[in-house]
């Protein structure tokens, strides 16, 4: 009988938690930054086996909230813990542990499901290190298994990959074998975005600033895809860090993520950015909603499995619903289905089939 069911990925921000998820699925399915907090909502990505199917569930680092961003963010986290069949606490074996880690640890005690630790970032760590690490680990929870890896080099994600099939509970596949995520297409161009943002601007940036798809034109979708996007910032003084000189910033992160947006999409794409200045966008609920940061009281995985894609975040027209449905509330409204869509190895995947 073969093994199905979900993986939650938990564990403080920059834990490489999105790296050890698209390292595992092999496809960029979550963006990835050395600024934490990257991820802002749930990502299901499924896999297959010889020994059953695993649907992955990346979130939000846990954190101390002081936004109502970060409240649902840490929600949306805190949240998985009840709705999986394993848990795969992901703690970064390069720093030292702390009181985050113990109070994350804590929100374990009460979990009925296994939980797994997964040391990872070991590439960066001796294994002089590592031992005492492991034993110190011991004493935070009764761990199923505990499991050194390294996201970056691939060293022990096989074995991690085992460890988490044997804990799933026996079943048959919850999605079809050529599903692979269930994040809609608006969200996906307003990530690409985004990390473009992360990656060319200052660090005290990153924190104050989100992506939302305006208009999202596929009239003429096999010729030219039309995207219009506003960038918000939270000052006055962060308009022109986005913008820079003479528009050199701005046209910068057009030009990088349209050339992702074309190879995902596999045709010509026309992205229009603006930037605009929301002193509270962190704090207003609509803002929150278009980006797609899920309220806590969202359907939950085991009650959505299955069903059709609803609308994609802030209203992702065109966003349709990705063959055998999902997980539609586990972070995403709705999975979308990229029909026909190119994009080389690495580049983003959504709901489309597994090539």
Not at 56 to 84: K, S, Y
Not at 167 to 190: F, K, N
Not at 334 to 354: E, M, V
């Amino acid at each position: 009988m073969p093994k199905s069911g979900y993986a939650s990925l938990v564990g403080r921000p920059n834990a490489g938690k999105s790296t050890l998820l698209n390292r595992m699925v092999g496809e960029k399915i979550a963006i990835v930054s050395d600024k934490p907090q990257t991820t802002r909502n749930r990502i299901l990505a499924v896999k297959n086996y010889p020994e059953g199917q695993i649907a992955f569930v990346d979130t939000p680092g846990i954190h101390r909230p002081l936004h109502r961003l970060n409240v649902r963010m840490v929600d949306a986290a805190v949240d998985t813990l009840r709705e999986v069949d394993v848990i795969a606490l992901v703690f970064d074996a390069s720093t030292k542990p702390g009181r985050g880690d113990e109070y994350v640890s804590s929100l374990l005690e009460d979990v009925r499901s296994p939980v797994v630790l997964v040391l990872n970032k070991i590439d960066l760590v001796s294994k002089s290190r590592l031992l005492p690490l492991i034993e110190q680990a011991q004493r935070w929870h009764n761990f199923a298994a505990i499991v050194p890896v390294s996201a970056t080099t691939g060293d022990g994600i096989d074995r991690l990959e085992r460890v988490l099939l044997e804990q799933l509970p026996e079943g048959q596949p919850g999605y079809p074998d050529d599903y692979l995520t269930d994040q809609p297409e608006r969200a996906l161009v307003a990530e690409m975005v985004r990390e473009k943002v992360l990656q060319h601007t200052r660090d005290e940036l990153p924190f104050s600033t989100a992506v939302v798809v305006d208009q999202f034109d596929e009239e003429e979708r096999d010729r030219l895809l039309r995207l219009y996007c506003t960038i918000f910032v939270e000052t006055e003084s962060q308009k022109p860090i986005v913008i820079g000189r003479g528009g050199e910033m701005i046209k910068q992160i057009g030009s990088e993520a349209r050339r992702d947006l074309e190879a995902f999409f596999g045709t010509k794409v026309f992205l229009d950015l603006h930037v605009k200045v929301n002193p509270d966008w962190r704090d207003n609920d609509r803002v929150l909603d278009d980006i797609g940061v899920p309220q806590l009281g969202a359907r939950s995985a085991r009650s959505a499995r299955g069903a059709g894609g609803a609308k994609g975040a802030g209203g992702a027209r065109g966003a349709t619903s990705a063959k055998g449905g999902g997980m539609g509330a586990m972070g995403a409204r709705g999975a979308t289905s990229a029909k026909g869509a190119a994009g080389a190895k690495g580049a983003w995947s959504a709901g489309r089939k597994k090539r």
